[in-house]
């Protein structure tokens, strides 16, 4: 039973052309992260929030841009997207807990930019 | 550098075969995480250690600490086609409110 949605979970696009990628949690969770992996491999940080109105970049250099007006709302938007975009992106929501709480992921949205 | 790192990174064995994966790092976590990621979709939480030296037991699994809770061990006893996956383990270091991740370990069980 999944508390954290993606959608679309695959998604087709043609260079330069805008996308947002949803991703909705419903356990009132703080913190939310953006993720990008290819398949198999190690999974990147792009973007994290600590809560409302909070968005920080993370290791990874990405162009990409995230909005976090609700608690349970954290969508991921590329402006213009190229093929090197083609991965796969991982949404994950975490309690704010200082002794580290898990993180719960979505199913992930697979992105190819022809 | 990445701050945890995890081995061996392939791992292909027979079903019934035992396996050990690292988790290492020169620094200090409040807690470690070990996830398990199936093709196509996000990683699943297997277990949370917290305190040093802690060993925790999810059937054939066996998760432990490091002492110094820098470290982490993932040991799987007759391993069955159903591990398959990929192992990560992630937390977060001292001092730090961003989970890491290490590049994780990628298991294939042949039956």
């Known amino acids: 039973e999944a508390d954290i949605y993606q959608t679309p979970r695959y998604l087709v696009i043609g260079t330069g052309k805008k996308i947002t990628l949803e991703c909705s949690q419903t356990m009132g969770h703080d913190k939310m992260y953006w993720y990008q992996q290819d398949p198999g491999m190690e999974l990147h940080l792009i973007h994290y929030?600590?809560?409302?109105?909070?968005?920080e970049k993370g290791d990874l250099s990405s162009e990409s841009t995230v909005s976090r007006i609700r608690t349970e709302h954290f969508p991921l938007t590329l402006e213009s997207a190229r093929p090197s975009h083609t991965s796969q992106y991982l949404c994950a929501s975490s309690k704010r807990d200082r002794r580290g709480s898990p993180l719960h992921f979505g199913n992930g949205t697979r992105l190819t930019v022809t | 550098t990445q701050l945890l790192e995890q081995s061996p990174q392939f791992l292909s064995i027979q079903e019934g075969e035992n396996l050990t994966v690292y988790c290492n790092s020169s620094s200090v976590f409040s807690s470690l995480q070990w996830y398990r990621q199936e093709p196509g979709e996000g990683p699943v939480l297997l277990v949370t250690v917290v305190t040093g030296g802690e060993v925790k037991k999810l059937k054939r699994l066996t998760f432990q600490f490091g002492d110094a809770r820098k470290d982490s061990s993932l040991h799987i006893t007759a391993a069955q086609p159903g591990d398959t996956g990929l192992y990560l383990c992630?937390?977060?270091?001292?001092?730090?409110?961003?989970?890491?991740f290490g590049r994780g370990t990628s298991l294939i069980v042949h039956p």
């Open positions: 992630a937390g977060e270091p001292i001092g730090s409110y961003i989970p890491t």
């Open positions: 929030s600590y809560g409302v109105n909070s968005t």
